[in-house]
């Protein structure tokens, strides 16, 4: 079993930035995938970024790319999501997912571990 506790989430004003980060514990190395994923209210939760253990290639939404940074630690097991230039649409509870795949995409089933999430809040 693989445990993740996200942190760093709060209120910004637009325009403005947040890291969040991930800790996983237990079975880290099943966390050969580690991603983001948002949801906003009334919305479905959808992906934001993705990184490999493995050359730690990243890969972003089309809708964060170029504002988000998402990186790793793997001798600390932690994941981060460094966000700038947020956007009130960036409003959302983010969570943080680990797949045993060395290539998982940003389908949600493609995740086997997740966080309980933290709430980002930007106001305008």
């Known amino acids: 079993q693989v445990q993740l506790v996200e942190s760093g989430g709060g209120l910004v004003q637009a325009g403005g930035s947040l890291r969040l980060s991930c800790a996983a514990s237990?079975?880290?190395?099943?966390?050969?995938?580690m991603g983001w994923f948002r949801r906003a209210p009334g919305k479905e939760r959808e992906f934001v970024a993705t990184?490999?253990?493995?050359?730690?290639?990243?890969y972003y939404a089309d809708s964060v790319k170029g504002r988000f940074t998402i990186s790793r630690n793997n001798a600390q097991n932690t994941v981060y999501l460094q966000m700038n230039s947020l956007k009130t649409e960036g409003a959302a509870a983010y969570y943080c997912a680990a797949s045993e795949s060395y290539i998982a995409g940003p389908g949600l089933n493609e995740y086997k571990y997740w966080g309980q999430g933290t709430q980002v809040t930007v106001s305008s």
């Open positions: 237990g079975r880290t190395s099943s966390t050969n995938t």
């Open positions: 990184i490999f253990r493995v050359f730690g290639s990243t």
